[in-house]
């Protein structure tokens, strides 16, 4: 079964350091998102992708961080430099056609650590 | 300011003991409800999608159910199985909220 793979599982950082999550959608999918989860809170929306441009993004979502589709399988989030407080886990997620773009498939997610 | 209100946090059940999730949402525009299962260390898990009041979606032992201010998951005899959060969400324009999550167990 297709699946939304997230890589690495686990990232450590020092405060100030850029970062960079990697997440291959499901190959036929077309919109794209990225979450954040800090631990013991909700999951928090950060950004919608479509058609190679951001179609939303949330107050979180400032200009910190950056979305990219560089190639046609990966797309990424990158903090450019991290605080302490952008440690949770990161969920990246996918959706297919127009008719079932409702329907989010997630990875794994992207544990991140920022000392 | 858009909501999403779950309860309860927590959920003891005995297999085979039937019960409800709530989620309540203010929000603009609803353009969906969804919900999710949550295992631990995993990814959300889609469920169900509900777009107007009076929908109903089933699936095993879940049927979920929406109103115009609320939304139900419930659980029918539930099985060790079923234990997870269950995590519900709304869509708004293209941005989405989530509720904290019902953490259901179910006791063999």
């Known amino acids: 079964e297709p699946e939304v793979t997230q890589t690495p599982s686990h990232q450590v950082t020092q405060m100030g350091q850029e970062v960079i999550l990697r997440c291959v959608p499901i190959?036929?999918?077309?919109?794209f998102y990225w979450y954040r989860q800090i631990l013991g809170q909700k999951v928090e929306f950060l950004v919608s992708?479509?058609?190679?441009?951001?179609?939303?993004k949330s107050e979180i979502f400032d200009d910190q961080f950056s979305v990219e589709r560089p190639d046609g399988s990966n797309f990424t989030l990158k903090i450019r430099s991290t605080k302490l407080e952008d440690s949770a886990m990161y969920f990246c997620?996918?959706?297919?056609?127009?008719?079932?773009?409702?329907?989010?498939?997630f990875g794994a997610g992207t544990r991140l650590s920022v000392l | 300011e858009d909501q999403v209100t779950q309860s309860p946090e927590a959920l003891r059940l005995q297999e085979g003991e039937s019960s409800s999730l709530n989620c309540s949402y203010t929000?603009?525009?609803?353009?969906?409800l969804f919900w999710y299962r949550q295992d631990p260390g995993k990814g959300p898990e889609f469920l169900f999608t509900?777009?107007?009041a009076g929908e109903e979606k089933e699936k095993e032992r879940l049927k979920a159910t929406l109103t115009k201010k609320e939304s139900f998951l419930h659980i029918t005899a539930p099985k060790p199985e079923d234990s997870a959060t269950y995590l519900c969400?709304?869509?708004?324009?293209?941005?989405?909220?989530f509720g904290t999550g019902t953490s259901l167990t179910v006791i063999p």
């Open positions: 997620a996918s959706s297919g056609t127009e008719l079932a773009k409702n329907i989010q498939y």
């Open positions: 992708f479509y058609n190679n441009e951001i179609s939303e």
């Open positions: 929000v603009s525009g609803l353009r969906g």
């Open positions: 969400a709304v869509r708004t324009g293209n941005q989405f909220y």
């Open positions: 509900l777009y107007s």
């Open positions: 190959s036929n999918h077309l919109y």
